[in-house]
């Protein structure tokens, strides 16, 4: 081997030994906290040349996307604008991502929509019946199921999460909570928006959840109230928010009134802690919207985080939860949409959905855009 050769192979090989030193050296938190499967993992990643920084719980920004500035609000679909200006309100004030992501949530659940809120459309019996989760820095998380009456179901989560034991209240136990903790109990009824369109659904009753409904063309006259696709179905929307504030500390929210004209009873992906939102400090944070079903069955946003752990961007974790999904059944899922949004500890930011049309939409101090994510099926 030439000289000049030998010299650059030595210095190479110095690099990486100072890398790795660093990396493995006992002072390693990440290393020490770390199971012995996942060291092994971590230094089968080293090996592989994965990229190592994420591994070892700083994501890899500058490496796979750009990083925004904190603090820095993501929420899917294009009524996430909205929802990112609620909790913008909070962040820009150097307020937590937790009270950021709770307004972006109860932002959708007052507007009137289709899919968010007791304006939602009702389940095939004629309920409205909502879900919600919210998850902070510290991992604590609440969630309510099947809850009916109450005008912003993330805030009973909230209260759930800070006031009892538990993670999940449902139905009228989640009422009763609520009740008890100052919520107002309001009255079961329809918009008129939702009445129609169960009305009209309840002439053929079939169950087709629609692909990109939130952004469907054709909207009435309210700011976010697709009810009205071009064949005159109806389906379903979710407002799913995860932040990263001025201090690096990231939460999560995600709030829907589920699947239009489901089955009495059906709790959806929204408020399943891992499948619908997952956020983890030292990582990032994930939430989702569409077929709930389907990212029930693969734990989608806690599969996400997981992988991001061990070095995927944000938008590659996002897309092998979707292509878990779609390889376990190929042709049925060329009818159903999901879209996962994703953000890395460091404010990288990934999305990527089944068929195309999934947006979602970003909020920082130089950034206010909807962006179209990329998809499985073109
Ligand atoms: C659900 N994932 O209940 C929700 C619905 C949804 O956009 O996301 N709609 O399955």
Known sequence: MPDSALHLKMRVTKRLYTHHKLLFAPQNEYY?????????????????????????????????????????????????????????????KNGTALDAVEQAARSAEDEVSCCVGLDGFPDRDGYVTLDASIMDDKANCGSVVFLEHIKNPVSVARRIMEKTEHVILAGDGALQFAVENGFERLPQRLSPEADEAWKEWLKKSEYRPVVNLENAPKRPKGPSTPTNFEDGTFNHDT?????????????GACTTSGMAFKMHGRVGDSPVIGAGLFVDNKVGAATSSGVGEEVVRICGTHLIIELMRFGYSPEKACAEA??????????RAEKFQVGFIAISKRG?????SIQKGFTYSVTNETTNETIEAKSYFK
């Open 32 to 92: 020490l906290r770390m199971s012995t499967t996942d060291r092994r993992n971590f230094i089968r990643s080293a090996a592989l040349g994965l990229p190592l920084l994420a591994a070892a719980g700083v994501t890899a920004q500058g490496r796979t996307g750009k990083a925004f500035q904190r603090p820095v609000v993501v929420s899917t679909w294009d009524s996430g604008i909205r929802a990112n200006a609620a909790a913008w309100k909070v962040l820009s």
């Open 239 to 251: 407002m799913g928010t995860i932040a990263l504030d001025s201090a690096g500390n990231l939460s």
């Open 322 to 331: 979707v292509r878990r999904i779609v390889e376990r059944d190929r042709s």
């Open 348 to 352: 990288v930011v990934g999305a990527f």
